[in-house]
Nanobody, 121 residues
């Protein structure tokens, strides 16, 4: 069984910073792409950023030059450094990962439980 546990959310003023972390644990053979999504009230869940096992990254336009995604493959952990936060960044942030579990032959997408980020103006 595989679990993703996210942490690091909170309340911050506009212009501030937060760092989210998400650690995968369990019977993991390998992890391909890891990413962060967010969902604000009344909105659909959207991709914020993702990173491949090789380190290639992709960001939604609204966070480019403000957010940085990174990962530590030895720790099965993905990070999201969020700088210059804006009120419109307020949302529940979810991590996900494409994981190949031990004794399986395919990758499955797992999700973290979500962490609240609130940016006050």
């Amino acid at each position: 069984q595989v679990q993703l546990v996210g942490s690091g959310g909170g309340l911050v003023q506009a212009g501030g910073s937060l760092r989210l972390s998400c650690a995968a644990s369990g019977s993991i053979l390998s992890i391909n792409t890891m990413g962060w999504y967010r969902q604000a009230p009344g909105n659909q869940r959207e991709l914020v950023a993702r990173i491949t096992i090789g380190g290639a990254t992709d960001y939604v336009d609204s966070v480019k030059c403000r957010f940085t995604i990174s990962r530590d493959n030895a720790k099965n952990t993905v990070y999201l450094q969020m700088n210059s936060l804006k009120p419109e960044d307020t949302a529940v942030y979810y991590c996900n990962a494409d994981v190949r579990a031990r004794y399986t032959f395919t990758f499955t997408t797992y999700w973290g439980q979500g962490t609240q980020v609130t940016v006050s103006s």
